[in-house]
T-cell receptor, first 114, second 114 residues
Framework: GENVEQHPSTLSVQEGDSAVIKCTYS??????FPWYKQELGKRPQLIID?????GEKKDQRIAVTLNKTAKHFSLHITETQPEDSAVYFC?????????????FGQGTELSVKP | DGGITQSPKYLFRKEGQNVTLSCEQN?????MYWYRQDPGQGLRLIYY???????QKGDIAEGYSVSREKKESFPLTVTSAQKNPTAFYLC?????????????FGPGTRLTVT
């Protein structure tokens, strides 16, 4: 079945720096790749997603890139702020034949130091 | 995500007892999902349902059961057969086959079994 690997497990940056989180997936049929942000004790919140027919997507300070050949995708956060501190999860899904079920990476704990 | 509710927020049970976690959504979503989250780990899929009266096992279904009698409701029962039930349980929903596969999460139920 699908497997998603996420790196790094922890990431510490200075406020204003950029942060990059990388994920690889195993199932070449995967076609939907969301990213979630989870603050301590809270529910995961969808922050950005990308579909397999697109190579890059941006939303203000957040961007996601997808390399289908290499089967990896990355989250880029620019001009980081302390409120970006949270755990970030990537996920992969094959929407057309598996009910949209998500396979999650292990998470990256991002700490932004003021 | 405000349209998905889970109750209760915290639940305590003795070992050997079955317990049912509630998940309700008023988003008119067809698909619903149950995930389990353990400390420092990603989310793992327990069960999912694409339509009423139909559901499929996820990656860790053993010791759990679900029902989908109404579109709005997808309760999860943690049975005494589940070896390590203490965890944070998250319910999610999406439009599914009717449209987008973006999943939105409820606030979660933290179950402690002693």
């Amino acid at each position: 079945g699908e497997n998603v690997e996420q790196h790094p497990s922890t990431l510490s940056v200075q406020e204003g720096d950029s942060a990059v989180i990388k994920c690889t997936y195993s199932d070449s049929a995967s076609n939907y790749f969301p990213w979630y942000k989870q603050e301590l004790g809270k529910r995961p919140q969808l922050i950005i997603d990308i579909r397999s027919n697109v190579g890059e997507k941006k939303d203000q300070r957040i961007a996601v890139t997808l390399n289908k050949t290499a089967k990896h995708f990355s989250l880029h956060i620019t001009e980081t702020q302390p409120e970006d501190s949270a755990v970030y999860f990537c996920a992969a899904s094959t929407t057309y034949n598996q009910g949209g079920k998500l396979i999650f990476g292990q998470g990256t704990e991002l700490s932004v130091k003021p | 995500d405000g349209g998905i509710t889970q109750s209760p927020k915290y639940l305590f049970r003795k070992e050997g007892q079955n317990v049912t976690l509630s998940c309700e959504q008023n988003l008119n979503h067809d698909a619903m999902y149950w995930y389990r989250q353990d400390p420092g780990q990603g989310l793992r899929l327990i069960y999912y349902s694409q339509i009423v009266n139909d559901f499929q096992k996820g990656d860790i279904a053993e010791g759990y059961s679900v029902s989908r009698e109404k579109k709005e409701s997808f309760p999860l029962t943690v049975t005494s057969a589940q070896k390590n039930p203490t965890a944070f349980y998250l319910c999610a929903s999406s439009l599914g086959l009717a449209g987008s596969y973006e999943q939105y999460f409820g606030p979660g139920t933290r179950l402690t079994v002693t």
